[in-house]
Structure formats: structure tokens, C-alpha cells
């Protein structure tokens, strides 16, 4: 978001060569037979106090890069350091520690608050974990971070099953944020919603972000909601980056033709503009078998010979404009 | 925070929508089991499920009172009339070994005389005394049986969901091997070897019962904390730092182990089945423990004369069905007041 200039250029996280592959098991001893290359060398930066989009069609890794870098999945290989911190290291007390800083939003509403447990008693678990205050105090920091996100305090009382979808994401914020995370990565926080309560959702967010100095991994496939929300955005397709660079610059000069032609099929609101779309022809391949050389090569409407033979690598064209293409310049 | 008021949000509401009257009783028992009483008494099935297993209690408590034993040390022991072979009529009067009479006889029948409401069955055993003093052999073996079951299940299932790879595998195999063999018939062969060592009682059936009768629980167990550990909700409890055995404990088990407990409370009904089963085939207790499957037993001999001995099949029969249908038909009320989403709809 625009206001958080004075903090640009620091460092929170960094996510080097993140590479997660999930084996395929068959037969009877469960050997491995293949491997679904679900994240292949992934690098970025997030800066303090900034939102990064992370944005792909549906199967391309970004929920495999969020959930890596929280270890609720355990990469391949790669690192992901968070403060100066190798989180992909830390164990038992240090991991315990680093989690209080790294939160995360999940996408379905329905599937992320425990049935069983009263809300209030699951915003206050991260609190009870921690041994952070009296029981008192954390009851306390409940309610008034239920407020934050616009919950009263009766509400605390309530199971998950009595709140609309809306409230439900809304609790599964102020559950992230009972422990004062850094960093929060919201895994398609919206898509699950409908239009009139993604506007209030996002808008919760952009204020909590400027209140708490928030940083965010704003993991979403529609560019709308990214274009809204971000300030620098990263494209990924089949397990690998693309494309990473502002928000302005991307969508004013996309220069990789995947974004190009994600750009073109953003929907606009005039239906008189005749407008150039890039239609992808067929199917995003296999990450069991990704294709040869650049990944992108066999739906590419510019490809070269050289995109089947090379894989391109992820270069800095222009400053803080960083492209994995072999025609980018 | 700017001033932000969200939309969808009920808080004005609050003030104005009437508020429920709590009665005394939801007061006394909690919202929680109130509403799982509540729910007992919502459809008529449920009602007579409920009934019939209050019934069944309360002849299972008072079972001294209707039906007084000769010997108060050994209640179980059906007392004879004699060792005559053939079953005599209902209603046909004590001669030998009469037991106290019951404290309700003389007002109702105003007679001093007791008599076999149900009839004797082969070598004079009494009918009636059977099937009243057989409903706590059968409260007692249900709920060893379906108990210990339950938490064998529970464990292993656990276990195996938990730790996964050779662990789930090797717990797994053990469970489809003892799945493929037929069930009633592997409970009979234990019980049979069984009852040399330990001696004639109600142990070598229930040990059976119990050895052959764990596995669907840890199947099902087993599938439903494999699918809760994926939820969302679990991976949130990660990430906050939870350890894992308070994940399993707080998060995943409240949540999987309900479908397990209505089966749990379905099977009930059938363990006293099996066990009738073991009984009448002879399996088991001492002859003339009071129990229905060996009460129904004496009945094997006259099977071609049932036209004029009815009773002696009737009555114990339609007992069993009856107790049979009680926890069946309190399983289903059960599995529907016990899903989440059935909350707040009583």
C-alpha cells in the first residue's frame, strides 16, 4: 500500500531457491515413482512493511510457497529467512518463537475456525500458547483485537457455525493477529467471499497493515484484488516465478507474455472497449513433467526456438524489474 | 483503525431481538447437554428408542424387586422347579424351590401364590426370572464389550493416523487380516478356548467379543483424523505453535471421533446379539445363568412343538428385539443431535 515509503528497502523475509516436490508413491512397497515439482527454485524478497501479491493460476505453487515458508509443509531444499532467521532450521523453542511473528490467513472461511471450539477460546489460543499475560490480560487482548476486526464482545462466545463467511474470515484475521505478527501471509483471503464483503475484508487488512506496521504475502489469483492491495506483485507459473516487480510498472509494462496475457483478460467494466486479448492456447502442462527450457514455451504466443532448448533465467531487466524471459529487455 | 464499521454485522441487532427464556433445567444441566437431551425427544423414533432403553433400566435396577432370587449371594442362577424335561404353560403355579414372592403380587393377583408368568422352560427353568435378571447380564456385556472396543479402536486408529507410513502400515494390515475373518464365528472358536482355561462365566464371550470387534472403530477412526489433520484449522493451530499432542487432543479428535461414537452406541445392540448368539450355541456361562441367549437355548429342543411351547421363544425373543431396537433407534437420535451442524437447531 502507497503510505509505507519510510520503511521500503528493509529486508524481512527472503525466500532463496525454495524448491518443494511432492512425491508420487505406487505400488506395493510405496516407492517413489515420479514427483510433482509443485515449487522449482522460487527466490524473493519481502520488504518490512510492504505487501507483496502473489499471483498464478489455480496449481501453479503459491499455496505451496506460503505453507513453505510457515513450515506447514517442509520444502525440499531452498531457505527462508525471516529476520535474519533460517526458519527452515529452527526447531522445538526457536521455531515456537518465530511463529508468534508469521501468521497466516487461510482462503476458506468454513474450513479454518475449529467447529468445536467457541471463537473467542481460538483467537485467545496463540495467547495461551505463548504464556503471554494473565489469563485475564489475554482475555483482555481477545476482545479488543475481535474489535479490531469489527466483532463485538458477546461474539466471543459463539462457535464458528453461528458467523456468516464474511465474520468468519474476519475471525480468522484477528486469530492471526492475537499474537502482534510482523508478517502474515494471506492465502487467497477473498476468493471465498463475495464481491460486497471482499471490499470489507481487504479494507480490514489495509487497516490493520497501517496500524501494526503489518507486512504481507498477499497470495490471490485475481489481479483486481492485487492490483488493490499491493505494492510490488509476483507471477508464478507452474512452480516458477515469472515476473516480479511494482504494481505500477506491472501493469503498466508487463513484459513477460504469461502476465501479458493474464493483464489482457482482467475484466473491465466499459463492454463498448474493444480491447487486444491474448488468448493462452491449450492447457498449463503437468508438474509432473514440466516442459523443457522455459516452462511457458509451448502455450507462448512469442516463443523462440532458443525458449524450448534454454531455460531463461530470473534477471533484473530493469531496475527492481525482474523477468524470467528470453525476449525480455 | 480508521472508524471502519463492517457490514453484516448483527451488533444492533443484539439489543432488540427478544432473548430466549432458559428454563431450569437447561440451567442445571448446561446448554450443551441440554440440548443433546432435548434432542433425544425431538422425533418419535427417538422418542421410543429413548423409552425403551429407560425401560430396560429401570427392569435392569429393579431387577431384585420384581423378580426376587431364591439364593440373594447368587442372583444369577435362574431358580427350577424341578427337573422335568417338559416346558410347562404361563401362569402354572411354583411347586419346588419357590423364591420369595415379589412385593407387587399379592396386591395386583391377590393371591399368595406364585406362579411362572412366562412359563418354564426345558428342566423347569423360570421364563420370566431369565429375561428380567438377563437385561443386567446383557447392560453388562453391551458396555464392557462396546467400551473396551471403543477405546482399542480409538487408540490404534489414533496411533496409526498419527504416525503414519510403517506404522499405519503394518496397524493396517493387522486390522484387514482380523477383518476378513468371519466375525461370529472367530468369536465362538476364542470363546471356546477360552472357557477351559478361565471357567464357565460371562469372561471368555466378552473377551472374545472384545478381541474380534475393535477393528471397524479404528478404520474409522483412522480415516476421519487422517481427513481432520488436513483441515485448515489444523494447520492455524501449527502455525500459532501448538504442540502436537494438543492438536490431536484439542483439534482433531473432538472432531473426528463423533461418527465412531454413534457406531459406538449403535453396537450396543448387536454385541448383545453376538452374545446371545455365543450363549445359545452354548458357549460361555454355567447352564441356567440367567441370560437371553440361554434362555432362549433351552427352547432348541422343542423347536418342532413351538405351536404349543410359544413362550418359551417368545418371550425372551421379543425382549431381545425390543433392547436391540432401543439402542438402534438411540444411535440414529444420537448421530443426528451429535453433528456440529445440527447446532442450534433444536
Request: proline share 7%; aromatic share 10%; charged share 20%.
Amino acid at each position: 500500500m502507497e503510505t509505507n515509503t519510510q520503511n521500503k528497502g528493509e529486508t524481512l523475509v527472503e525466500v532463496k531457491n525454495l524448491v518443494k516436490y511432492f512425491p508420487v508413491r505406487a505400488g506395493l512397497l510405496q516407492r517413489v515413482v515420479n514427483q510433482v515439482k509443485a515449487v522449482d527454485d522460487v527466490s524473493f524478497v519481502v520488504k518490512k512493511g510492504e505487501t507483496l501479491g502473489l499471483v498464478g493460476e489455480s496449481g501453479c505453487g503459491k499455496t505451496t510457497v506460503g505453507r513453505s515458508m510457515l513450515r506447514l509443509i517442509e520444502p525440499t531444499s531452498g531457505s527462508v529467512s525471516f529476520q535474519g532467521k533460517d526458519v527452515l532450521a529452527l526447531k522445538g523453542k526457536e521455531l515456537k518463537d518465530v511463529r508468534r511473528d508469521m501468521q497466516i490467513i487461510f482462503q476458506d472461511p468454513y474450513a479454518s475456525l475449529d467447529p468445536r471450539v467457541p471463537i473467542g477460546e481460538s483467537v485467545m489460543e496463540g495467547l495461551h500458547i505463548h504464556r503471554i499475560g494473565t489469563p485475564r490480560e489475554r482475555m483482555d487482548i481477545m476482545l479488543e483485537t475481535l474489535k479490531k476486526v469489527g466483532l463485538e464482545d458477546y461474539h466471543a462466545r459463539r462457535y464458528p457455525h453461528e458467523f456468516s463467511g464474511g465474520q468468519r474470515q474476519r475471525i480468522g484475521i484477528a486469530r492471526a493477529l492475537a499474537l502482534r505478527p510482523s508478517f502474515i501471509i494471506c492465502d487467497e483471503p477473498v476468493s471465498a467471499l463475495d464481491v460486497s464483503i471482499q471490499s470489507q475484508v481487504l479494507n480490514i487488512l489495509k487497516d490493520l497493515q497501517k496500524e501494526f506496521g503489518l507486512t504481507y504475502l498477499f497470495i490471490a489469483h485475481n489481479l483486481s484484488v492485487v492490483e488493490h492491495v499491493s505494492d510490488r506483485v509476483a507471477v508464478m507459473y507452474l512452480g516458477k516465478m515469472v515476473e516480479l516487480t511494482t504494481r505500477e510498472e506491472l501493469y503498466r509494462n508487463p513484459m513477460h507474455p504469461y502476465t501479458q496475457a493474464l493483464m489482457s483478460a482482467i475484466p473491465v467494466p466499459n463492454p463498448r472497449l474493444k480491447r487486444q486479448r491474448i488468448v493462452l492456447k491449450g492447457d498449463v502442462p503437468s508438474p509432473l513433467n514440466p516442459p523443457k527450457g522455459c516452462r511457458f514455451h509451448p502455450r507462448c504466443p512469442v516463443a523462440v526456438e532458443k525458449c524450448s532448448q534454454e531455460e531463461p533465467q530470473f534477471l533484473e531487466v530493469s531496475p527492481e524489474h525482474w523477468v524470467a524471459c528470453w525476449l525480455a529487455k | 483503525m480508521t472508524t471502519h464499521t463492517p457490514t453484516g454485522d448483527n451488533s444492533l441487532l443484539g439489543e432488540t431481538v427478544a432473548m430466549r427464556k432458559i428454563g431450569r433445567l437447561e440451567r442445571f444441566l448446561g446448554p450443551e447437554n441440554y440440548r443433546v437431551l432435548m434432542g433425544m425427544f425431538k422425533t418419535p423414533a427417538s422418542i421410543m428408542g429413548f423409552s425403551l432403553i429407560v425401560f430396560f433400566v429401570i427392569i435392569a435396577l429393579a431387577a431384585p424387586v420384581i423378580a426376587p432370587p431364591l439364593n440373594p449371594n447368587d442372583p444369577y442362577k435362574i431358580p427350577r422347579d424341578g427337573f422335568k424335561a417338559d416346558p410347562q404353560p404361563m401362569g402354572s403355579p411354583w411347586n419346588r424351590n419357590q423364591p420369595p414372592l415379589p412385593f407387587w403380587w399379592k396386591p395386583i393377583m391377590k393371591t399368595d401364590q406364585w406362579v411362572h408368568i412366562f412359563g418354564t422352560s426345558q428342566g423347569q427353568y423360570d421364563v420370566f426370572y431369565g429375561v428380567i435378571w438377563g437385561t443386567r447380564t446383557a447392560f453388562t456385556t453391551g458396555m464392557i464389550v462396546v467400551i473396551s472396543t471403543f477405546l482399542i479402536g480409538v487408540v490404534i486408529g489414533s496411533v496409526s493416523a498419527y504416525y503414519g507410513g510403517v506404522v499405519d502400515n503394518i496397524l493396517m494390515r493387522i486390522v484387514d487380516i482380523m477383518l476378513t475373518l468371519p466375525f461370529l464365528l472367530a468369536a465362538l472358536i476364542l470363546a471356546a478356548v477360552l472357557t477351559p482355561k478361565i471357567g464357565r462365566s460371562l469372561v471368555p464371550s466378552i473377551l472374545a467379543l472384545i478381541t474380534f470387534g475393535w477393528m471397524g472403530y479404528a478404520r474409522i477412526v483412522r480415516g476421519d483424523i487422517l481427513s481432520t489433520k488436513e483441515r485448515d484449522y489444523v494447520m492455524a493451530a501449527r502455525v500459532i505453535g501448538v504442540k502436537d499432542s494438543r492438536i490431536l487432543f484439542r483439534h482433531i479428535l473432538p472432531n473426528a471421533i463423533f461418527p465412531t461414537l454413534v457406531l459406538a452406541s449403535l453396537a450396543i445392540g448387536d454385541v448383545v446379539l453376538s452374545f446371545a448368539a455365543l450363549s445359545f450355541l452354548g458357549i460361555g456361562t454355567e447352564i441356567g445363568y440367567a441370560d437371553w441367549g440361554q434362555v432362549l437355548s433351552f427352547a432348541r429342543n422343542w423347536i418342532i412343538s413351538l405351536n404349543q411351547y410359544w413362550y418359551i421363544v417368545v418371550w425372551p425373543g421379543l425382549t431381545l428385539v425390543l433392547f436391540v431396537m432401543g439402542w438402534n433407534l438411540l444411535g440414529d437420535a444420537l448421530r443426528d443431535v451429535l453433528d456440529p451442524r445440527m447446532r442450534g437447531k433444536t
